[in-house]
């Protein structure tokens, strides 16, 4: 970071609680990058130089960016390469309003305005594979590091996708506990095993029980136990959970006596928990023991300065390494209601068109029209087929489901793209669906037969 840039907001900061509105760069030239730019009375004038920018394709005196508490003014200065604001070029020499959180393209460099770029000052982003952690994320993964350190519970909201398994096992490393990290997926539980799952077994318990067999409590030990979709508990094991929290004993089913645990508990939640416990459908004194300090991961729409190195490293490993600025501002424009997950999978798809048209960048027109948009508002997808196009087995009769649809909804899906969604969203099909754009269960299902995909240690009679 050059020492005279002008404005830069790391040079100027200071210790008030004032917001200081300002431009953050996320991209430039062919490379992420995070850097913050003060506004104050004057604009802020986007210049290759002053601001030592790596893109060749920023002029000297580009652009002026002034912010006036109600919203924000992008004027060209008369750009070679243009300036665009949201994805809208502006003339040469012409101004246009924005938003804050709205991105603003220079050349091959963009920005993301912002009425407070303060939180940007306190660190860069932290790419270790498989993480990536900008400094939106890392205030809330500071919070939980504190309560974990005080020997709390956290409850962890957030959408899917958005990143719950890395706070839970920032919490892990926060307790210094050596036992192990021990995630489980309360959804996946069936009800009627749930007890002995969670608890664990002894023998003769019932006739499956040929030996004593430890559950999920048992197996984090000296450690931390993840429940992530913890309001998908049943209620009796939520019982007995609080039971275990309360006391530090665990009843394996079967058993007369408990068994002292050492564990730390960290949970998660998509739903709303409180909701949830006016309806009765999940225990108020234990949504309070697992509540002891509540945080929330924030969506990857209000932490932007994650996507370029999120794409960066979704592409690391594709045959096209090259992000092109386009695409990364295409991606910034989305609110990818998958998050992270979506993102990684609908670039390695894209990646996937770039190399099958033989381009050497990934760009915007490789991305797929409906990724990061969610189904409300993403365009239909499915292609038009009459009845002279489908052959006569194809057609399925009157009541016998959605045949010809199924055909339409998968014809432009190639095998490449549905083992990059496969693998990009653990193989979940709910969201592999969503990811594609997918109706019926059983589509997906025929589909990977179909190209003789198969999750990874399913047997013969396994669906995936």
């Not at 460099?109 to 000052?121: A, C, K, M, N, T």
């Amino acid at each position: 970071m050059a020492a005279s840039t002008q404005n830069e907001s790391v040079h100027v900061f200071g210790q008030g609680s004032t917001p200081m509105p300002g431009a953050v760069l996320v991209f430039s030239g062919t490379a992420p990058q995070l850097r913050a730019f003060s506004v104050g009375s004057e604009p802020l004038t986007v210049d290759r130089d002053l601001m030592n920018l790596p893109d060749g394709r920023v002029s000297r005196r580009h652009a002026h960016l002034r912010f006036d508490g109600a919203g924000w003014t992008v004027r060209d200065l008369g750009s070679k390469n243009g300036t665009s604001v949201h994805g809208k070029k502006l003339d040469r020499e012409a101004e246009g309003r924005a938003a804050s959180g709205q991105v603003v393209r220079t050349g091959a460099s963009l920005f993301v305005l912002y009425d407070d770029v303060r939180r940007f000052l306190t660190g860069g982003v932290v790419s270790t594979e498989p993480w990536v952690i900008g400094p939106t994320l890392k205030a809330e993964l500071d919070r939980v590091t504190l309560a974990a350190r005080s020997g709390r519970t956290v409850l962890l909201g957030g959408e899917n996708g958005a990143g719950k398994e890395v706070a839970a096992r920032t919490y892990h490393e926060a307790t210094g506990k050596k036992g192990p990290y021990h995630a489980v997926n309360c959804a996946g539980i069936d009800k009627p095993v749930a007890e002995q799952l969670m608890f664990g077994v002894v023998k003769g318990a019932h006739s499956e029980a040929k030996a004593d067999k430890p559950g999920h409590v048992q197996a984090a030990e000296g450690g931390t136990l993840f429940l992530d979709e913890v309001g998908e508990l049943d209620l009796e094991v939520q019982a007995k959970l609080l039971r275990m929290i309360e006391n530090r004993e665990v009843l394996p089913l079967g058993a007369t006596a408990s068994r002292k645990v050492d564990v730390r508990i960290i949970a998660a939640t998509n739903r709303d928990l409180r909701r949830a416990v006016e309806g009765g459908t999940f225990r108020q004194d234990l949504f309070y023991r697992l509540a002891q300090v509540e945080a929330h991961v924030p969506a990857l729409r209000e932490r932007l300065e994650e996507v370029p190195y999120l794409i960066d490293a979704a592409l690391r490993e594709e045959a096209v390494r090259t992000a092109h600025v386009s695409l990364v501002e295409a991606a910034l424009m989305r609110p990818w209601p998958g998050n992270v997950r979506e993102l990684s999978s609908q670039v390695k798809l894209a990646a996937s068109t770039a190399q099958a048209a033989g381009d050497d960048a990934v760009r915007d027109h490789h991305l797929s029209a409906e990724a990061g948009l969610g189904p409300e508002r993403a365009a239909p997808r499915r292609a038009v087929i009459t009845a002279a196009a489908v052959p006569a087995a194809a057609v399925a009769p009157v009541g016998a489901g959605a045949g010809v649809e199924s055909a339409a909804e998968t014809a432009d899906i190639s095998r490449e793209q549905l083992a990059a969604a496969l693998e990009g969203n653990a193989w979940v099909v709910s969201e592999v669906q969503r990811v594609l754009g997918i109706k019926h269960r059983n589509t997906l299902v025929r589909l990977m037969k179909k190209h003789g995909l198969k999750r990874p240690g399913a047997g013969d009679d396994d669906e995936g």
